[in-house]
């Protein structure tokens, strides 16, 4: 279905016919308020709906888009009443009824964003333009996110972002047409920062490797700021484009630097590899400064610690979730995952399908999918039973507002799935910042006069 077919010829008709109107000075008296406020993107006007999945399912994120695909299919099949319901039956208030979305079943396409932002805002237009999609979520790189959330406030369309921890992603850069479910870098500070005093002391060094694209600057920009208020000094912030495979030429000056903590601003693929590097270079065996010498992973999945194995063990990190909570929410999750695909979900697919959730959940108590009543349905909205705690999602910048986890690299794993320990649930009025520290503007609800 083209986008034409879809509505924007509607418009484009409609618009037309004004001019003409105007021209011949008669009053366009079929044009009403209502009438303007229903004409939108895509909107759906069959029996289904489209969701479009922005993923990448190849590149150094390649992983955690596979686990996200996996959740969107299950969250899919619970929203039109299929499998177990999952999250559908904890989630509080709610207004799903398992019978789609407004009664329309859900369906989608996909696309592969290949960890790449310019793919990516392709694959999302196409996917608006192409496929009629109403909704776009995904992705795992902030990069990614940014690009696509710009494209989707352009064409009006509503982007319900998957991974994505850069804290422009609801700061400088965000959107009105943008969410994000996910915790950020800053919040990663506030969490983690406490947790490395309280075991490593104030007297000391850090050296920052970084992926140097958005959310790696604003990580690290995020950590120094945390650790340096514990006292510590940095010493070198080295920056490593995002999907290397060999950190050697990176790690070497690190031996002679005066550091005694390492910290990896690296995700997905990028840490699998640098993370055993640096133990291979003997970093978790020297002492400096009289210190025993210490890794630091300050953002950290499932995937990436079973990727690591034995190298992960003793790191600390910190996690938007993790499967092991035994809140009702994370239990149904962990449940209706592990038997549709036998193993436990990663923070990135519970992000994902708890988004595709709250979207769902927003249109049906806006009674509409006209995207300006389903941002005024999700901001300022509270809920509860999603694994986190109760949950906000704030109206100032379209972050989520809830708790955050410190993990640990299990010393003595059970089993492969068993590879993090949650040191500390950090509650939601501790990771709660300010919104205007960031800046930014959101932008209009209104839709632009486009959808091309």
Not at 165 to 183: A, C, L, V
Not at 290 to 317: D, Q, W
Not at 423 to 432: A, C, F
Request: aromatic share 8%; with cysteine; glycine share 12%.
């Amino acid at each position: 279905m083209t986008l034409l077919k879809r509505g924007l010829s509607r418009r484009r008709v409609l618009q037309t016919g004004m001019a003409g109107i105007i021209g011949t000075g008669v009053a366009p008296m079929v044009f009403t308020k209502g009438a303007w406020a229903q004409e939108f993107c895509n909107d759906p006007t069959g029996d289904t709906v489209t969701i479009g999945l922005n993923l990448p399912l190849t590149g150094a994120y390649a992983e955690e888009g596979a686990d996200e695909q996996k959740a969107y299919e299950l969250a899919i099949a619970h929203l039109n009443g299929e499998g177990d319901g999952g999250l559908i039956n904890v989630l509080t208030p709610t207004a799903l009824k398992g019978n789609g979305i407004l009664g329309k079943k859900v369906g989608y396409v996909s696309s592969d964003s290949q960890t790449k932002s310019d793919v990516a805002r392709a694959g999302a237009t196409r996917m608006i333009e192409r496929d009629g999609a109403i909704m776009i979520t995904g992705g795992s790189s902030s990069g990614e996110a940014i690009a696509v959330q710009s494209l989707c406030q352009e064409m009006g369309i509503i982007f319900m972002a998957g991974l994505t921890h850069s804290n422009d992603t609801t700061g400088k850069d965000k959107r009105r047409y943008g969410f994000r479910h996910f915790f950020n870098a800053y919040q990663s500070g506030i969490a983690l920062g406490p947790v490395l005093g309280e075991q490593y002391g104030k007297q000391r060094r850090a050296y920052h490797l970084t992926a140097d694209y958005t959310w790696g600057w604003t990580q690290e920009e995020s950590i120094m700021a945390a650790t340096e208020a514990l006292g510590w000094e940095t010493v070198a912030a080295v920056r490593t484009p995002l999907g290397s495979s060999d950190y050697s030429q990176y790690l070497t000056p690190i031996l002679n630097s005066g550091a005694d903590v390492l910290i990896l601003n690296h995700y997905g693929l990028d840490m699998v590899n640098s993370l055993p590097q640096a133990v291979q270079f003997g970093m978790r065996d020297r002492q400096a400064n009289g210190h025993n010498f210490e890794i630091v992973t300050p953002l950290i999945s499932e995937l990436m610690a079973k990727g690591a194995g034995e190298s992960v063990r003793g790191v600390f990190g910190t996690s938007n979730w993790h499967w092991n909570l035994q809140d009702p929410g994370s239990i149904a999750f962990t449940k209706s995952f592990g038997a549709a695909y036998g193993s436990p979900p990663s923070q990135a697919a519970h992000t994902a399908y708890v988004q595709m959730l709250l979207y769902a959940d927003a249109v049906e108590r806006a009674g509409t999918f006209y995207p300006p009543e389903v941002i005024k349905a999700l901001e300022g909205h509270e809920f509860d039973g999603m694994g986190n705690g109760r949950t906000l999602y704030r109206a100032e910048d379209h972050q989520c507002m809830k708790s955050v986890l410190v993990v640990q690299g299990n010393e003595s794993p059970t089993s492969e799935f068993d590879v993090l320990n949650v040191v500390q649930e950090v509650g939601r009025d501790v990771s709660t910042y300010d919104a205007s520290i960031f800046g930014g503007e959101l932008g209009p609800a209104e839709p632009a006069p486009l959808c091309a």
